[in-house]
């Protein structure tokens, strides 16, 4: 079992910054494939940024087009954390933020999971709001 706890999440004003993180219990964190969803009010949960390791040595990152270039996705594998940095936050980055923890094996590979169903492990969320 792996549980998830995000923090950092808050108010910002629109062109800010904010960083989340994600810690997990668990062993074999460097194994997982860490990614971040969010919801907004009325809408599907969408992908955001995942990452992952391979060999433990190389690391492959992916983005959602809304985020690229704004927001960066890292991870520290002594302290089980994976982190989102936001930057030039806007308006409709506004959501709940959730940490996600995927277990299937992608070695070998450059694959990024982006789909909700690869994941299988999921933080609580936390709320990111960008006034305008």
């Known amino acids: 079992q792996v549980q998830l706890v995000e923090s950092g999440g808050g108010l910002v004003q629109a062109g800010g910054s904010l960083r989340l993180s994600c810690a997990a219990s668990g062993r074999t964190f460097s194994r997982y494939a860490m990614g971040w969803f969010r919801q907004a009010p009325g809408k599907e949960r969408d992908f955001v940024a995942a990452i992952r390791w391979s060999a433990g040595i190389v690391y492959y990152a992916g983005y959602a087009d809304s985020v690229k270039g704004r927001f960066t996705i890292s991870r520290d594998n002594a302290k089980n954390t994976v982190y989102l940095q936001m930057n030039s936050l806007k308006s409709e980055d506004t959501a709940v933020y959730y940490c996600?923890?995927?277990?299937?094996?992608?070695?070998?590979?450059?694959?990024?999971?982006?789909?909700?169903?690869?994941?299988?492990?999921w933080g609580q969320g936390t709320q990111v709001t960008v006034s305008s």
């Open positions: 996600a923890a995927g277990t299937l094996d992608y070695s070998g590979t450059n694959y990024i999971p982006k789909s909700e169903t690869e994941y299988d492990y």
